[in-house]
């Protein structure tokens, strides 16, 4: 089932919620510009940063910052007619705010999960990433590790 980005507010991911359910604890996000909103219940799966070519590309990062959630924990309350999808490989869906480009999330439609930006979330989650994935796929001048020194902020002397 794919995601319905011109459902009703409180609506889940497969289109199936009540505003009931959108009254519920969670935790919310949004994209840069503020248009699209969403709320999730919970992580459904760890945090990973995912090193892949295409979140790369999408993102213009080292990596993107992606968690599962449960399609039915997740409800655009929002924004839906300034979503846009992107198929970024086969029976793979990218949704990003049409205003703003802010990627919100990634879908593939059999699957029980959406992929969750975590970076669009509006506060902690209370996990922290326990992974970094397809680093195979890393470009050679992105190394962890590699005593580059690191800052909170600006690099002193900017």
């Known amino acids: 089932m794919t995601i319905r980005p ?14 009931e359910r959108r009254q519920a ?18 992580l ?7 090193h892949c070519r295409t979140c790369r590309k999408a993102h ?3 990596f ?3 968690a599962g959630v449960l399609r039915e924990h997740f409800r655009w309350l929002a924004g839906g007619d300034w979503l846009r999808a992107f198929k970024s490989s086969p029976g793979k869906q990218r949704w ?15 699957q029980p999960h959406v992929v969750l930006r975590v970076a669009t979330l509006d506060d ?18 992105l190394r962890d590790g590699d005593g580059m020194p690191c800052y909170p902020e600006w690099q002193p002397g900017r």
């Open 124 to 141: 902690d989650p209370g996990a922290r990433p326990a992974m970094h994935i397809w680093t195979s796929h890393d470009p050679p001048w």
């Open 64 to 66: 993107a910052t992606t």
């Open 60 to 62: 213009a990062s080292a």
């Open 25 to 42: 604890l969670g935790l919310t996000g949004s994209c840069l510009c503020g248009v699209v909103r969403y709320e999730v219940d919970r």
């Open 6 to 19: 011109d459902a009703a507010l409180g609506s889940t991911a497969s289109g199936t919620g009540t505003r």
């Open 44 to 50: 459904d799966r760890p945090i990973a940063h995912c």
């Open 96 to 110: 990003f705010c049409s205003t703003c480009g802010t990627h919100l999330l990634a879908e593939r439609p059999a």
